[in-house]
């Protein structure tokens, strides 16, 4: 056997096992996080969630799931993107890994090591005080233990995440505390009852 032979059977091996263990760990993390979130209370007042799609897809070993929620509301400008954005930074991201701006028919703009060098808030940023088309930001969430990316689209009703949590149950909480901003408050990743607020008239 060469060595060349060995060296890429240790590699395809130590690779292999590294994929299985991150999907077990996935799992087992799903799973943790599903009991705990099935044990929160719910709120007696109306959600502000009509619908969410979930979808899922591969980027190398990693399994991305995407959850498009439509809100039981009016369509939100780009000042209340703003606001949301500066909200989710300050309650539940540790650093801020990425912040860009989509104009209709282009492609996103980075902008977020332009924005860290600035050390100013995103309400405060020169580059979002021009109305965009999507705004978007990522980091590692605290209240998911998990990495995230939260679209908004101007002057629709949809907000998509991205995570790895595979958790319908534990996204939907994580939704209802983003639009209530009630992130360090004892409502956090709670859930209101009633699941079917009136759609409202565009």
Same mark, same amino acid.
């Given at each position: 056997?060469?060595?060349? %032979? ?5 590699? %395809?091996? %130590?690779?292999?096992?590294? +994929? ?5 760990? !996935? !799992?087992?993390?799903?799973? &943790? ?27 190398? %070993?990693?399994?991305?799931?995407q959850y498009d929620i439509l809100l039981a509301t009016h369509p939100y400008d780009w000042l209340t993107m703003v606001d949301w954005a500066s909200y989710i930074? &300050? *309650?539940?991201?540790?650093? $801020?890994?990425?912040?860009?701006? +989509? ?5 996103? @703009?980075?902008?977020?090591? =332009?924005?860290?060098?600035?050390? @100013?808030? $995103? ?7 021009? *109305? ?9 969430? !605290? ?13 629709? !009703?949809? @907000?998509? =995440? ?5 958790? *319908? ?6 939704? *209802?505390?983003l639009i209530r901003r009630t992130f360090g408050t004892p409502d956090a990743m709670k859930l209101a009852k009633n699941q079917h607020a009136p759609n409202p008239?565009?």
């Open positions: 056997m060469s060595p060349l %032979f060995s060296i890429l059977t240790l590699a %395809f091996t %130590f690779f292999a096992c590294s +994929a299985i263990y991150t999907i077990m760990y !996935r !799992r087992r993390l799903a799973k &943790a996080n599903e009991i705990q979130a099935s044990d929160k209370p719910m709120l007696d007042d109306i959600s502000y969630i009509q619908d969410m799609q979930h979808l899922s897809g591969t980027v190398g %070993f990693l399994v991305w799931q930074e &300050a *309650e539940d991201l540790d650093s $801020l890994d990425s912040l860009r701006i +989509a104009s209709p028919g282009e492609g996103e @703009v980075e902008l977020v090591h =332009i924005y860290n060098q600035n050390k @100013v808030g $995103l309400k405060d940023f020169d580059r979002l005080k021009e *109305e965009q088309g999507s705004l978007s930001i990522a980091g590692h969430s !605290r209240a998911l233990n998990d990495s995230v990316k939260i679209v908004w689209y101007n002057q629709l !009703r949809i @907000v998509r =995440i991205f995570t790895q949590t595979n958790n *319908e149950t534990l996204i939907r909480r994580y939704a *209802e505390t008239d565009m």
